[in-house]
């Protein structure tokens, strides 16, 4: 089956540097976004790694280990609007060609003043 | 303007009585998604759809169903819904190769009396 872990609360403080990590043990593997979700509304996109990796936007960064089932999501400069959940998930292809969007459980990120 | 819309926001039913949930998008994107997530948990897939080809889950419970008539909109019909059938429905869009991120509609919370 398919299987992805994060873990489920961290807490920082405000300015400081947080790092999310999410490992996967899946099949057909297409791809590994980072969503963040407020409580109550619609995940927004993040970043997304299909190669191995870092990729930088902005305060945001994420970084993928396919060979090692491994992504982490990096935050930097941590504001209180930062307050939220953070959902690793994965894409799978499936053996009709279809594509999958599989969601880890989520981190529930608390920053601190 | 928003792209992927999901009506209605919030909606209230009977134990045991039938309800549809609805989706539309401007994407013209051949990729959509049915989510359920219940409270502090992840989005769990429940139906996806290539254009019309379907796809369930297979520990989605036969008491959903799905339908999508054209490329613009997807339903979620609950036949009979049960109180653990309460949980926010989310719906997602996606490009046509599974490289793209997944558009998020703001969700309907559905709550079962």
């Known amino acids: 089956g398919q299987n992805i872990d994060q873990p489920t609360e961290m807490t920082a403080t405000e300015g400081a540097i947080v790092q999310i990590n999410c490992t996967y043990q899946?099949?057909?593997?297409?791809?590994l976004f980072w969503y963040q979700q407020h409580a109550g509304e619609a995940p927004t996109f993040l970043s997304y790694n299909v190669l191995d990796g870092l990729e930088e936007k902005g305060r945001f960064s994420s970084f993928l280990s396919r060979s090692k089932g491994y992504s982490y999501l990096l935050l930097k400069e941590l504001q209180m609007k930062d307050s939220a959940s953070y959902l690793c998930a994965v894409s799978l292809i499936g053996e009709d060609s279809s594509y999958k969007l599989i969601f880890g459980s989520g981190t529930r990120l608390l920053v601190r003043p | 303007d928003a792209m992927v819309i999901q009506n209605p926001r919030y909606q209230v039913t009977q134990f045991g009585k039938p309800v549809t949930l609805s989706c539309s998008q401007t994407l013209n994107h051949n990729v959509m998604y049915w989510y359920q997530q219940k409270s502090s948990q992840a989005p769990k897939l429940l139906f996806h759809?290539?254009?019309?080809?379907?796809?369930n889950e297979a520990d989605t419970p036969d008491n959903f169903q799905s339908r999508r008539p054209n490329t613009s909109f997807c339903f979620l019909d609950i036949r009979s819904p049960g109180l653990g059938d309460a949980a926010m429905y989310l719906c997602a869009t996606r490009g046509n190769l599974g490289d793209t991120e997944a558009f998020f509609g703001q969700g309907t919370r559905l709550t079962v009396v």
């Open positions: 759809y290539y254009d019309k080809d379907f796809n």
């Open positions: 899946t099949s057909g593997f297409n791809g």
